[in-house]
């Protein structure tokens, strides 16, 4: 059982920057694709990026490509993601997601864990 925790959210004006983290515990984080999703007000949750489990690639919703970068460090059983040129339509939770290797990785079945989400919040 994989237990993840987000951090780093807030309150934002529009073009700055933040960086979530997420801290994994009990489980193997390094046996895991890893994932950021987003549900802002009255929308779906939807996939935002994902990367392997040792970070050799990535990949990005067009909505944070270009923007967004994620990244891992095994060592420290974290995944982080780095907004910049934040966009008030990027208001929304926040959450990681910890999955098997699969085929697909866009989908919120395609992970097994989730954290609880943390909030950011952009103004215009």
């Known amino acids: 059982q994989v237990q993840l925790v987000e951090s780093g959210g807030g309150l934002v004006q529009a073009g700055g920057s933040l960086r979530l983290s997420c801290a994994a515990s009990g489980g193997s984080f390094s046996f895991y694709r890893m994932g950021w999703f987003r549900q802002g007000p009255g929308k779906e949750r939807e996939f935002v990026a994902a990367i392997s489990r040792y970070g050799a690639s990535s990949n990005y919703a067009e909505s944070a490509q270009g923007r967004f970068t994620i990244s891992r460090e095994n060592a420290k059983n974290t995944l982080y993601l780095q907004m910049n040129s934040l966009k008030p339509e990027d208001t929304a939770v926040y959450y990681c997601?910890?999955?098997?290797?699969?085929?697909?990785?866009?989908?919120?079945?395609?992970?097994?864990?989730w954290g609880q989400g943390t909030q950011v919040t952009v103004s215009s």
């Open positions: 997601a910890a999955g098997a290797m699969r085929a697909s990785y866009t989908g919120r079945a395609d992970y097994d864990y």
